[in-house]
């Protein structure tokens, strides 16, 4: 075997022993011709090595552990093929893992119609492998039971998303545990003091009042509902599908003394009957609702608030052409391993869907780069408790949260997608509401 380093992809290599080498070699070669600056190195199975020292360049290395790995990335080099060839240890990332992604969407912008003719004889002359991989999919992949977007077959979603650790989530969320995107007014704020932050913002623009009733729909592990309880004196009711979450958010209650304030439930929005309140808040549940259930969930909404109610809608949107099924793509690595029945749908649709309603809009506000910060926080946070993280999950769940984390934050940052807080009111019979005419009480 050889061990090379060359500047370029056009540089001149010596071929390893392995022919299989010599085939990566060329592929990467022809995929890699018109990038620059060549500001990377790819190092091979046998310790073959192309472009320069990642030291030098302050960028990344991606290491291949055998030529399956290049063919599994490369046939087709799809989003999917890419995510499981790193879950499963087929190659692996040394460096800053956010380096990577521009690198993904140069190699998604190629035109593959025309490359296939040089590389697909060379692709598939390396060996397929993946035979233990295919094992692995079967036990990492969600098996969801009955219609899309059932009662029942929701709850299956959303437990396989969060019921994978409290620990490992609590080792990487801030201390509230608030698993959403926080608020960054400077954007040098800590993520305990930004998701704090968030959460007083949330209440200020619900206007919470001492003695209201409150519904968070989604509440995780509690933090909204104890802040608001404990800062606005309101009768804060949680609902969750998570055993998890409902669990340690009964705890996070009982330890504050909150009983007679503070409640949390396990339930479906869509099983709460006879109740009214006062305003409604949903933090990052709206993506697990589906495009086609979007009237059903405000039409709940709007049945349960008592006239006059403002509810606040907290939700990620898909961008421009993208559409309203992101997360379905059989291509998605977040559609199969992070979030299953998961759908982005445009703030359009959201907006003409919650107008037909009856809900007059009030005002609509972009995070996206504040969740983009709170992503690269989350993927920060996990990298320095990697090894205590490792003691709560598998190897292979905590590539697939680092990755889907880091790739998330890529996508906010570059407007693959965005986030919205959207507050609508429910006005009275005659039209009318007591809202204050200005936001100015938002950010006293």
Aim: aromatic letters at 12%.
């Amino acid at each position: 075997m050889s061990k090379v380093s060359s500047e370029a992809p056009d540089s001149d290599v010596t071929i390893a022993t392995d022919p299989a080498v010599g085939t990566a070699i060329t592929i990467f070669k022809t995929i890699f011709a018109d990038y620059g600056p060549w500001d990377f190195q790819i190092r091979l199975w046998d310790g073959t090595t192309i472009g320069p020292d990642p030291t030098t360049t302050g960028k990344f290395t991606l290491v291949f552990h055998s030529p399956a790995a290049v063919r599994h990335i490369l046939l087709p080099p799809t989003e999917l093929n890419m995510g499981e060839a790193y879950i499963y240890k087929m190659f692996d990332v040394e460096g800053d893992i956010f380096n990577v992604y521009p690198l993904s969407d140069y190699i998604g912008r190629l035109n593959w119609v025309k490359l296939s003719r040089k590389l697909l004889q060379p692709l598939l002359s390396l060996p397929a492998g993946g035979e233990d991989n295919n094992e692995q999919r079967h036990s990492y992949l969600p098996t969801l039971h009955g219609i899309r977007h059932s009662v029942k077959r929701d709850k299956e979603a959303i437990r396989y998303h969060y019921d994978v650790s409290n620990d490992f989530y609590a080792l990487w969320l801030d201390k509230n545990m608030v698993y959403s995107a926080a608020y960054f007014p400077t954007g040098k704020e800590d993520l305990d003091t930004a998701q704090e932050l968030k959460m007083d913002y949330i209440c200020r623009k619900l206007r919470l009042q001492p003695g209201e009733r409150l519904l968070d729909i989604g509440c995780g592990w509690g933090g909204l509902i104890i802040w608001a309880a404990q800062h606005y004196d309101v009768e804060a009711v949680g609902i969750t599908l998570s055993e998890n979450q409902y669990q340690l958010a009964q705890e996070r209650i009982n330890a504050a003394g909150l009983q007679d304030r503070c409640q949390v439930r396990l339930q479906d929005y869509r099983q709460i009957k006879g109740e009214t309140f006062s305003k409604l808040v949903s933090v990052g549940m709206f993506e697990h609702v589906g495009a086609r259930k979007l009237a059903g969930y405000f039409q709940q909404a709007y049945d349960l608030l008592r006239p006059g109610g403002v509810f606040l809608n907290h939700g990620i949107a898909a961008i421009g052409k993208v559409g309203s099924h992101l997360l379905e793509q059989k291509t998605s690595f977040s559609a199969n391993y992070v979030f299953p029945d998961g759908e982005l749908v445009n703030i359009n649709k959201t907006l003409q869907v919650m107008e037909k309603i009856g809900f007059e809009i009030r005002d609509v506000e972009s995070l996206r780069e504040h969740y983009a910060l709170t992503l690269r926080h989350w993927t920060r946070r996990m990298e320095a408790h990697e090894a205590e993280a490792l003691q709560e999950v598998p190897e292979t769940t905590y590539r697939i949260w680092h990755l889907f984390m880091a790739g998330a934050s890529y996508g906010f940052a570059t407007n693959r997608q965005s986030v919205y807080q959207v507050l609508a009111v429910k006005n009275d019979e005659n039209g009318q509401n007591q809202l204050p005419w200005s936001r100015a009480d938002w950010y006293q």
